[in-house]
């Protein structure tokens, strides 16, 4: 019990050490492209897009308390709309913020039908629509490509009309473009996560009765979280089509909607950076496992099982109250 | 109206391995709460169990299946009574990705033992050949999947209806803390349970072989139809599943034939229509 | 003054062939602390959850204020003003102390949607939860996260969670289930006191004959789904068919 109150504590003085933390990885990023190679780069911006969708899935999952099995559906929205506008346009931020913005449309029209039921029966619906989205993605080639999905997508050079033209062709270019995006969107789900909203998805999160007796149209906030996390998942896979140049079905698969899941369970669950180092520690142990196996799902099965059972909080569970979602909330004067 | 009756018999068939898979997730979920994804990989493994028995060890087929029945429940007793057991009073979602995790686990695993390729036992002998339906050539093998198929049904629900067991069962899944009160050894029949599913899920995989193949990819293809099925039927609900299993089966057969691009969406949106106006299934009571 | 707060009409509520509130009318008016009581089964908390929007009735009509509120959702008589605790402790349990009364401070001044506002800057709905966690007591514990406090400080709580709406109409179900008599005497001493005070009109289910003859200005005795009788804490104790059914000789 008093270790609660500590923790409260730490993580008022924790304030400090984490922005030196923040500031000094912030750093590392810009230096990377000088001292890592292209792959390196490239690694890099999958971390980050990562981290993007696993962020959105936990603001939905660790936050608002409800798990969703079908993000995967908006992350596909996010890139086919891109590589589509991409393809029409050659514009990057058209194409990037088009295919997101799509994806808030999908995640509103179908939320509005998944968050009328909750638990199982809503992570049900949300299995059932990510996988019509994948049929979609699979079968109907004239609009998505089919199984061979959309090629030859441009990476686009970054437009801003009248103002600047700046060629992406580079990987260089485009790490730092990823980059500059991811660090904006964690920022604003930062903001949005110590705000009264933020507060209230985990007010929801612990107890929906509560919650409505406060006065509070709980479905309207759970809609709320939804589409939040269908735009980050958007955002997220509208940055993939210029990096690879091209759009294949698997984006909309159900196993990829476990990614973002294992990336946070392994980060920590209750915490707002954990997606985001689970992000990074995802890729990293894969990264190391695949040196000597070509059997790296059952390595990640194993983790996944070893985190469930005795390690539900992830990696930043083990660094003491420093990062976590409680912290002490001082009134401004 | 031949190629009707004929793919409606195809997809019969093709139901009952639905029924199998289908029957046991209903089960588990209706009396653990627990909503097992592990359970195609169960069904997967029971297939590859049934190939090393009948088809590289040459084992009697009855026999091939029993070890194979055998082989899968004791690794679900694995699974639940050293890892599930211990998440029960933990939120539902970490029991979800528990098994998820045992998907990962399993499905490389039968990679590892059994190699990438596709593995197809051949028929025993006296199911072999074809019996003239309609004209066309109906493979006995699948006249006795139906059979087999039924014949489980009748099965659980006489040991469900019936049996002293199946009572105990039953008066567990609808009130846990009241059986516990009455003197019922509540984690002892869930394991029970939790192996009764597996082991159907190990019959499907094994009745299957033959027909079916045996590939590391037939886990997530038969989970996600199996989810499909249990929301029609009402998760936990046995009849329920069963008519379920029919509908995806038949509609599956008549969908290859003449809507092969929408099937596939067409099923999902059907569970999705399901989960919106009757959540708890087409035949709930 | 509005002379009726609350009138219920003929409602009534099945759960089967079980009738848990058979044709239940009642009127309450506003500064009348009132306590319901009866054996366990009754229908009280059936009735709470139906006045308050927790479950809908098969007929009858709830009025507040003269309006309509027989269909409106909870979190809609939330904010016409009628708030309400639980018997099973209904708090946010992995939030501080203060975070819990700082929702329905913020609920109550429309604050929840906003998304890019920094929480520390909402100070209005700072100055309603410290008022409040001054008034239950709990200002130390703050910051103290709800699940590590005691089960009398969490039954503090609830009840300053419900009145943190500043609500007409407030509803306690069993406000001290589960207290040692030293907390229950500090509970009820609070409820006096916010009655006093505020214009809030407290309506408590309890158990215990001392608090609910030592508090309540009127008493209704439910059974079996019906009320059995409603008056003054003098005319209950004369009620010679509550003595039978309920009382006892005690009283």
Same mark, same amino acid.
């Given at each position: 019990?008093?270790?609660?109150?500590?923790?409260?504590?730490?993580?008022?003085?924790?304030?400090?050490?984490?922005? $030196?933390?923040?500031?000094?990885?912030?750093?590392?990023?810009?230096?990377?492209?000088?001292?890592?190679?292209?792959?390196?780069?490239? $690694?890099?911006?999958?971390?980050?897009?990562?981290?993007?969708?696993?962020?959105?899935?936990?603001?939905? =999952?660790?936050?608002?308390?409800?798990?969703? =099995?079908?993000?995967?559906?908006?992350?596909?929205?996010?890139?086919?709309?891109?590589?589509?506008?991409?393809?029409?346009?050659?514009?990057?931020?058209?194409?990037?913020?088009?295919?997101?913005?799509?994806?808030?449309?999908?995640?509103?029209?179908?939320?509005?039908?998944?968050?009328?039921?909750?638990?199982?029966?809503?992570?049900?619906?949300?299995?059932?629509?990510?996988?019509?989205?994948?049929?979609?993605?699979?079968?109907?080639?004239?609009?998505?490509?089919?199984?061979?999905?959309?090629?030859?997508?441009?990476?686009?050079?970054?437009?801003?009309?009248?103002?600047?033209?700046?060629?992406?062709?580079?990987?260089?270019?485009?790490?730092?473009?990823?980059?500059?995006?991811?660090?904006?969107?964690?920022?604003?789900?930062?903001?949005?996560?110590?705000?009264?909203?933020?507060?209230?998805?985990?007010?929801?999160?612990?107890?929906?009765?509560?919650?409505?007796?406060?006065?509070?149209?709980?479905?309207?906030?759970?809609?709320?979280?939804?589409?939040?996390?269908?735009?980050?998942?958007?955002?997220?896979?509208?940055?993939?089509?210029?990096?690879?140049?091209?759009?294949?079905?698997?984006?909309?698969?159900?196993?990829?909607?476990?990614?973002?899941?294992?990336?946070?369970?392994?980060?920590?669950?209750?915490?707002?950076?954990?997606?985001?180092?689970?992000?990074?520690?995802?890729?990293?142990?894969?990264?190391?496992?695949?040196?000597?196996?070509?059997?790296?799902?059952?390595?990640?099965?194993?983790?996944?099982? $070893?985190?469930?059972?005795?390690?539900?909080?992830?990696?930043?569970?083990?660094?003491?109250?420093?990062?976590?979602?409680?912290?002490?909330?001082?009134?401004?004067? | 109206?031949?190629?009707?009756?004929?793919?409606?018999?195809?997809?019969?068939?093709?139901?009952?391995?639905?029924?199998?898979?289908?029957?046991?997730?209903?089960?588990?979920? *209706?009396?653990?709460?627990?909503?097992?994804?592990?359970?195609?990989?169960?069904?997967?493994?029971?297939?590859?169990?049934?190939?090393?028995?009948?088809?590289?060890?040459?084992?009697?087929?009855?026999?091939?299946?029993?070890?194979?029945?055998?082989?899968?429940?004791?690794? *679900?007793?694995?699974? &639940?009574?050293?890892?599930?057991?211990?998440?029960?009073?933990?939120?539902?979602?970490?029991?979800?990705?528990?098994?998820?995790?045992?998907?990962?686990?399993?499905?490389?695993?039968?990679?590892?033992?059994?190699?990438?390729?596709?593995?197809?036992?051949?028929?025993?002998?006296?199911?072999?050949?074809?019996?003239?339906?309609? *004209?066309?050539?109906?493979?006995?093998?699948?006249?006795?999947?139906?059979?087999?198929?039924?014949?489980?049904?009748?099965?659980?629900?006489?040991?469900?209806?019936?049996?002293?067991?199946?009572?105990?069962?039953?008066?567990?899944?609808?009130?846990? &803390?009241?059986?516990?009160?009455?003197?019922?050894?509540?984690?002892?029949?869930?394991?029970?349970?939790?192996?009764?599913?597996?082991?159907?899920?190990?019959?499907?995989?094994?009745?299957?072989?033959?027909?079916?193949?045996?590939?590391?990819?037939?886990?997530?293809?038969?989970?996600?139809?199996?989810?499909?099925?249990?929301?029609?039927?009402?998760?936990?609900?046995?009849?329920?599943?069963?008519?379920?299993?029919?509908?995806?089966?038949?509609?599956?057969?008549?969908?290859?034939?003449?809507?092969?691009?929408?099937?596939?969406?067409?099923?999902?949106?059907?569970?999705?229509?399901?989960?919106?106006?009757?959540?708890?299934?087409?035949?709930?009571? | 003054?509005?002379?009726?707060?609350?009138?219920?009409?003929?409602?009534?509520?099945?759960?089967?062939?079980?009738?848990?509130?058979?044709?239940?009318?009642?009127?309450?008016? /506003?500064?009348?602390?009132?306590?319901?009581?009866?054996?366990?089964?009754?229908?009280?908390?059936?009735?709470?959850?139906?006045?308050?929007?927790?479950?809908?009735?098969?007929?009858?009509?709830?009025?507040?204020?003269?309006?309509?509120?027989?269909?409106?959702?909870?979190?809609?008589?939330?904010?016409?003003? #009628?708030?309400?605790?639980?018997?099973?402790?209904?708090?946010?349990?992995?939030?501080?102390?203060?975070?819990?009364?700082?929702?329905?401070?913020?609920?109550?001044?429309?604050?929840?949607?906003?998304?890019?506002?920094?929480?520390?800057?909402?100070?209005?709905?700072?100055?309603? %939860?410290?008022?409040?966690?001054? @008034?239950?007591?709990?200002?130390?514990?703050?910051?103290?996260?709800?699940?590590?406090? +005691?089960? !009398?400080?969490?039954?503090?709580?609830?009840? !300053?969670?419900?009145?943190?709406?500043? /609500?007409?109409?407030?509803?306690?179900?069993?406000? +001290?289930?589960?207290?040692? /008599?030293? @907390?229950?005497?500090?509970?009820?001493?609070?409820?006096?006191?916010?009655?006093?005070?505020?214009?809030?009109?407290?309506?408590?289910?309890?158990?215990?004959?001392?608090?609910?003859?030592?508090? +309540?200005?009127?008493?209704?005795?439910?059974?079996?789904?019906?009320?059995?009788?409603?008056?003054?804490?003098?005319? #209950?104790?004369?009620?010679? %068919?509550?003595? @039978?059914?309920?009382?006892?000789?005690?009283?």
């Amino acid at each position: 019990m008093a270790a609660d109150v500590m923790h409260a504590g730490a993580q008022a003085r924790g304030g400090a050490g984490g922005r $030196v933390a923040v500031g000094a990885l912030v750093l590392a990023l810009m230096l990377l492209p000088l001292v890592g190679g292209r792959y390196a780069q490239y $690694v890099a911006i999958q971390v980050a897009i990562l981290a993007l969708f696993a962020l959105g899935f936990n603001i939905l =999952f660790g936050y608002s308390g409800l798990l969703s =099995f079908g993000q995967a559906g908006f992350y596909a929205v996010g890139a086919y709309g891109c590589a589509k506008l991409l393809l029409l346009k050659p514009s990057l931020l058209f194409g990037v913020i088009g295919g997101t913005a799509l994806a808030g449309v999908a995640a509103l029209a179908l939320g509005v039908l998944c968050i009328r039921h909750t638990r199982i029966y809503f992570s049900m619906l949300t299995l059932a629509f990510g996988m019509m989205i994948f049929s979609l993605a699979l079968k109907w080639r004239d609009f998505t490509g089919g199984d061979d999905g959309l090629v030859g997508i441009p990476r686009a050079p970054l437009e801003i009309p009248w103002v600047l033209s700046i060629d992406m062709a580079s990987m260089g270019r485009y790490y730092y473009f990823v980059m500059a995006v991811a660090l904006l969107a964690i920022a604003v789900a930062y903001r949005l996560v110590r705000s009264p909203l933020g507060l209230t998805f985990q007010g929801i999160r612990d107890s929906e009765t509560r919650m409505a007796f406060t006065g509070v149209p709980v479905r309207r906030y759970r809609l709320i979280a939804f589409v939040v996390a269908g735009l980050y998942a958007g955002l997220a896979g509208a940055l993939l089509p210029a990096l690879e140049n091209t759009v294949t079905p698997p984006v909309a698969h159900w196993s990829t909607s476990a990614d973002p899941v294992l990336a946070t369970l392994m980060g920590g669950v209750q915490s707002f950076a954990g997606p985001i180092v689970g992000a990074f520690l995802f890729f990293m142990i894969k990264d190391i496992i695949v040196r000597f196996t070509e059997y790296w799902l059952i390595c990640l099965g194993v983790i996944v099982v $070893v985190l469930v059972m005795g390690f539900r909080g992830g990696v930043l569970s083990l660094v003491e109250g420093r990062w976590r979602t409680r912290r002490r909330v001082e009134v401004e004067s | 109206m031949e190629t009707l009756v004929f793919q409606g018999l195809i997809g019969l068939s093709l139901a009952m391995y639905l029924w199998l898979i289908s029957a046991g997730l209903t089960i588990i979920f *209706g009396v653990l709460g627990v909503i097992n994804f592990a359970h195609g990989s169960l069904f997967m493994l029971g297939a590859y169990f049934a190939f090393t028995f009948y088809g590289l060890l040459g084992w009697n087929f009855g026999l091939a299946i029993a070890g194979s029945l055998a082989g899968v429940a004791l690794v *679900g007793w694995v699974m &639940e009574r050293w890892f599930l057991r211990a998440l029960y009073g933990v939120d539902e979602a970490y029991q979800l990705l528990l098994t998820f995790g045992f998907v990962l686990i399993l499905d490389d695993a039968v990679k590892i033992v059994w190699g990438g390729l596709f593995r197809i036992p051949p028929i025993p002998a006296f199911l072999e050949g074809s019996w003239s339906v309609v *004209g066309r050539p109906f493979p006995v093998y699948n006249a006795f999947i139906i059979a087999a198929g039924v014949a489980v049904g009748i099965v659980l629900w006489l040991g469900f209806e019936g049996t002293w067991w199946g009572k105990t069962v039953r008066a567990t899944a609808s009130d846990r &803390e009241m059986a516990n009160a009455i003197g019922v050894n509540v984690p002892r029949v869930f394991s029970g349970v939790f192996m009764v599913g597996a082991m159907l899920a190990a019959l499907g995989g094994a009745l299957g072989t033959p027909v079916r193949v045996a590939s590391p990819g037939l886990g997530a293809a038969m989970i996600i139809q199996a989810f499909v099925i249990t929301v029609i039927g009402g998760l936990g609900n046995l009849k329920g599943a069963f008519v379920g299993s029919l509908i995806v089966g038949v509609l599956s057969a008549y969908g290859t034939l003449r809507f092969p691009e929408f099937e596939m969406f067409l099923i999902y949106l059907i569970m999705a229509v399901v989960l919106l106006v009757r959540p708890q299934g087409l035949f709930a009571r | 003054m509005i002379p009726v707060l609350l009138e219920a009409q003929a409602l009534r509520k099945t759960f089967g062939h079980l009738a848990a509130v058979d044709n239940v009318s009642l009127s309450l008016e /506003p500064g009348v602390l009132t306590a319901i009581i009866g054996p366990n089964g009754a229908g009280k908390t059936t009735l709470i959850n139906l006045l308050t929007g927790l479950l809908l009735p098969d007929t009858g009509t709830v009025r507040f204020k003269a309006e309509d509120i027989s269909r409106l959702p909870a979190h809609a008589r939330v904010r016409r003003g #009628i708030a309400r605790s639980f018997q099973i402790m209904t708090i946010f349990p992995s939030l501080t102390v203060q975070e819990n009364i700082l929702l329905p401070a913020l609920a109550r001044r429309g604050r929840n949607h906003r998304a890019f506002a920094r929480l520390e800057g909402e100070g209005e709905a700072f100055g309603d %939860a410290q008022e409040i966690l001054g @008034e239950i007591g709990l200002w130390e514990q703050r910051d103290v996260q709800v699940r590590a406090l +005691s089960h !009398g400080d969490q039954r503090r709580l609830e009840l !300053g969670i419900a009145v943190a709406t500043r /609500p007409e109409l407030c509803f306690l179900d069993e406000p +001290s289930s589960g207290m040692n /008599p030293i @907390e229950r005497q500090a509970v009820l001493g609070l409820i006096r006191k916010l009655s006093a005070e505020r214009r809030t009109t407290f309506v408590i289910i309890e158990h215990d004959m001392d608090v609910v003859f030592s508090l +309540s200005e009127r008493i209704v005795v439910m059974n079996r789904g019906q009320v059995l009788a409603d008056g003054t804490p003098a005319a #209950i104790r004369e009620n010679r %068919a509550v003595r @039978e059914t309920y009382l006892g000789t005690e009283v």
